[in-house]
């Protein structure tokens, strides 16, 4: 059974731009969350997908959005990009709704803003 | 909102000896507590979870305990290996919220 896959794996932006990661899930998992992961701050919760809906979003600006897809495949955007932006973003699926069994995550993509 | 607080941030044991990484958490209605291992390169993976009606867990050599009144929970790694050295993360959540994790526990393992 394939994992998650996150693309693209490495990617570097200056100031200003956007950008749109990409996540596909477990075959048979409806439910994507998105972290955001810094040295400092671990994992921060971004947001939850479960059949197309945003169940929940954490405490990050405007700027952080997200959708997904009839096939369960996600993709999360950040415009107007920051240097505090920088980080690792993972992607993990559920087979259940909210974060109450094992996520499987992604090996995440890896951000740079200059 | 929930907050989790994990210690020690880094932890370097002996080959064969235990390792106990600790976190307190603020939420008393939170019920379900993982813990992820995350090695170099790799997004975490769970590795053993405890839910709120039950004080203890085994697998193999990885144990947690959980102590609601108290709002704390802790991982027991014995025996430690060198394949045992990655970053740890503890986490808490309730009903369908998002887990809110640890700031993760660098553990070395020295052969």
């Known amino acids: 059974k394939a994992g998650v896959t996150q693309t693209p794996r490495y990617l570097i932006k200056t100031r200003g731009q956007q950008v749109t990661l990409s996540c596909s899930p477990i075959s048979g998992h409806r439910s994507v969350s998105w972290y955001q992961q810094t040295p400092g701050q671990g994992l921060q919760f971004l947001f939850e997908y479960f059949s197309e809906t945003q169940r929940n979003k954490g405490n990050f600006p405007g700027r952080f959005s997200g959708r997904q897809f009839s096939n369960s495949r996600s993709e999360m955007n950040v415009s107007t990009l920051e240097l505090g932006d920088s980080a690792l973003y993972l992607c993990?699926?559920?087979?259940?709704?909210?974060?109450?069994?094992?996520?499987?995550f992604g090996e995440g993509s890896r951000l740079t803003v200059l | 909102g929930e907050n989790v607080e994990q210690h020690p941030s880094t932890l370097s044991v002996q080959e064969g000896d235990s390792a106990v990484i600790k976190c307190t958490y603020s939420d008393s209605a939170s019920n379900y507590f993982p813990w992820y291992k995350q090695e170099l390169g790799k997004g975490p993976q769970l590795i053993i979870d405890?839910?709120?009606?039950?004080g203890e867990k085994k697998d193999q050599r990885i144990a947690v305990t959980l102590n609601k009144t108290a709002k704390h929970f802790s991982l027991h790694i014995t025996e430690t290996q060198p394949e045992d050295s990655a970053v740890y993360f503890c986490a808490a959540s309730k009903g369908n919220t998002p887990l809110v994790f640890g700031k993760g526990t660098r553990l070395s393992v020295i052969a």
């Open positions: 993990a699926s559920s087979s259940r709704e909210g974060n109450t069994g094992e996520l499987f």
């Open positions: 405890i839910r709120s009606n039950v």
